[in-house]
């Protein structure tokens, strides 16, 4: 008998039992097959409802070596998001405080990631640890400050200017180094131009209002710092310095 005429007489066959025996016949044929395309269907809807859904990020913070109330920072963001104007349903505030920079051997890849990040400017502005911020500017990371900020601005926040000696970036002192916070402490005073070739404030030593301590604890034994991302443009640039005046108390 041919193969054709063996499978149209099992099919004859099976169309006169009961159909728990015809699905079971079925099941055990196909199963694979079933489970494979029920898999494809579920990640071809997860894909595009990620995709119908996801939203632009209208402003982005990473908070490094940074602990958080995960029911506050939820708060922090919705009022922040609000102060901002911005439209929820096209757009979206991160605060994003998952990065630990440790000082063991996972540094390495915590810093690469970050710099990924950062090479696809995802990221608008960095609040960590003098010593962990220390680092990021010897990649000239972030802008110089004295030119985005307005002019109430710099005379509220010229007293806490974290300096860096620019000098130092353009004779390419720093091409050689590691930038992780397992490396040397720096011992240069940050708080003052004195002694500095080239003076830039890259920086603000945070005195953050009530709010924002309540919600996020930096390393104990060190000022956190806030700095401008170098990319950092438009409404972005606008939203970011928003957020410096918010997060220090400076407006309401």
Request: charged content about 30%; overall charge negative.
């Given at each position: ?99 630990q920079i440790t000082g063991d051997g996972t540094d390495y890849e915590t ?44 005379e509220y926040y010229k007293d806490s200017f974290y300096y860096i000696d ?87």
């Amino acid at each position: 008998m041919a193969v054709m005429d063996e499978f149209k007489e099992e099919r004859e066959r099976m169309k006169a039992q009961p159909f728990k025996v015809r699905f079971a016949y079925f099941w055990d044929y196909h199963k694979f097959h079933v489970l494979a395309a029920a898999f494809v269907l579920f990640f071809v809807i997860d894909l595009g409802y990620s995709w119908l859904t996801q939203k632009d990020t209208a402003f982005m913070a990473m908070f490094i070596n940074c602990y958080a109330d995960e029911e506050k920072s939820e708060a922090y963001t919705t009022a922040l998001t609000e102060k901002m104007a911005i439209d929820t349903k096209e757009e979206e505030i991160r605060l994003d405080y998952s990065v630990q920079i440790t000082g063991d051997g996972t540094d390495y890849e915590t810093s690469q990631l970050v710099g990924v990040r950062m090479a696809a400017r995802e990221v608008d502005v960095m609040v960590t640890d003098e010593t962990t911020f220390e680092g990021y500017t010897k990649s000239d990371a972030f802008l110089d400050l004295s030119q985005v900020l307005t002019p109430e601005q710099y005379e509220y926040y010229k007293d806490s200017f974290y300096y860096i000696d620019y000098a130092l970036i353009e004779s390419g002192y720093y091409d050689n180094v590691d930038y992780t916070a397992t490396e040397k402490e720096d011992t240069t005073n940050h708080h003052s131009p004195d002694g500095m070739e080239k003076p830039v404030p890259v920086g603000i030593y945070v005195d953050a209002a009530e709010s924002f301590k309540e919600t996020y604890r930096f390393k104990s034994d060190l000022d956190a710092v806030f700095g401008v991302i170098g990319y950092v443009e438009g409404e972005h640039l606008d939203r970011s310095l928003l957020f410096l005046d918010l997060m220090t108390g400076r407006v309401e």
